[in-house]
């Protein structure tokens, strides 16, 4: 058992059931593995929040710079071919609401989604043609992640691609 498929297992237990729901016997019954042998990899609720969270990020942050060419305004567009690769893909678009449901029992483990949240929205003026309808372009984005996170089946595959060009069209 490898300690993404226990923290899919969290993920699942989480997006089916609730936070209330999510204990180390849930997540080990649902990865079919002993509680012992969740314990191995992650010895508390506590360190499996904190894995679920870094592995949003990091996923978050490797997919920004394999679209990021650093080009004068990549950054945006790269944010936003990101999201909608998560977004329209498997079922990962549940993984950071997951990891925000889940560190929203303890201020303490959102304290690294709140830097990333800092470090994928503070973006330099000068980084973008118009550093204003970059900033609204990550939003909507943020926004689209939001209510998909709420309602996957709102939009179909068309709606998405029609989000998408709008999204980039606004940066130029």
Known sequence: MTKNSLLDAAEAVLSEHGTQALTLTAVADRAGVSKGGLLYHFPSKEA???AMVARVIE???DLIAAHDDGTPGSYTRAYVEATFEILTGEARAYRRWSAITAAATDPGQGLPLNEAMRRWHG???GEDA???AAAVV???AEGLWEVVSHAPELYDEEQFAAL???LLALLG
């Open 48 to 50: 499996l929040v904190k």
């Open 59 to 61: 996923e978050f942050d």
């Open 123 to 125: 973006r330099a003026a």
């Open 130 to 132: 118009d550093p204003v």
């Open 138 to 140: 990550r939003l909507a």
């Open 164 to 166: 998408k060009r709008r």
